[in-house]
Every structure is written in structure tokens, then in C-alpha cells.
């Protein structure tokens, strides 16, 4: 599976930004699919997950209300809306696949098989 992360954005305090991540290879409609973010001098940190085949989604704390992850199957693309976005939330964002992802071991990065390359946001004060 590749992943093609896209939806960079330079955007102001408040505004709201979607990412997208396209797969291909093959189909990740079974896959749990998750976005992780790092930002300069600090370690990665777990986004938002979900695995639509067992009906299950789960966020960050930080990012909780603000944040929604989507996906649409017949593109086989993961989304990352964002919303009310804070400077906290500059970052490289990264989205990831796991086949056999559950949700226990959602915000544990080293459970993805899959990585995209990233994608950059910065939100200005």
C-alpha cells in the first residue's frame, strides 16, 4: 500500500483545512487508517484513527470537537478535517494504514504498516 498525503495549507488562527490521504496498491477499505502529526522539536503525536469496518473512530485529546476523520471507499482516500485550527496545531501531518489495527493500539504509532510521506500545516497566530 502507498499513501499519498496532500492538503498542505499556510492558514490564520480559526480556519479550517482538510487533508487527504490516497492510497493505492490496494484497497484499504478493511484497514484501520490513522493521522499523526509532528511539529518542530517535539515527538509524534496521535491524530485521529478509524476503522470503518468495525465502526469505530477515535481522536486525540487535543484535537477532540475540532477535528473529523472520513473516508471515502470508492476513492480509496482517508480525509482529515480540520476545524477551528490553533497554532498548536502547525505541523507535518502524516497519515498511516494498519491492516489489523484494533482500537486499543490506535495511538501507537509502531502498530502502522503503512506511512505517507507528510504534508505541512501552519497555522498563524
Known amino acids: 500500500v502507498q499513501l499519498q498525503a496532500s492538503g498542505r495549507g499556510l492558514v490564520q488562527t480559526g480556519a479550517s483545512l482538510r487533508l487527504s490521504c490516497a492510497a493505492s496498491?490496494?484497497?484499504?477499505?478493511?484497514?484501520?487508517m490513522g493521522w499523526f502529526r509532528q511539529a518542530p522539536g517535539k515527538e509524534r503525536e496521535f491524530v485521529a484513527a478509524?476503522?470503518?469496518?468495525?465502526?469505530?473512530?477515535q481522536y486525540g485529546d487535543s484535537v477532540k470537537g475540532r477535528f473529523t476523520i472520513s473516508r471515502d471507499n470508492a476513492k480509496n482516500t482517508v480525509y482529515l478535517q480540520m476545524n477551528s485550527l490553533k497554532p498548536e496545531d502547525t505541523a507535518v501531518y502524516y497519515c498511516?494504514?494498519?491492516?489489523?489495527?484494533?482500537?486499543?493500539?490506535?495511538?501507537?504509532?509502531?502498530?502502522?504498516?503503512?506511512w505517507g510521506q507528510g504534508t505541512e500545516v501552519t497555522v498563524s497566530s
Open positions: 498511516a494504514a494498519g491492516p489489523g489495527l484494533i482500537f486499543s493500539s490506535a495511538t501507537d504509532g509502531k502498530q502502522y504498516d503503512y
Open positions: 496498491g490496494r484497497s484499504i477499505r478493511n484497514y484501520a
Open positions: 478509524g476503522r470503518w469496518s468495525t465502526g469505530w473512530t
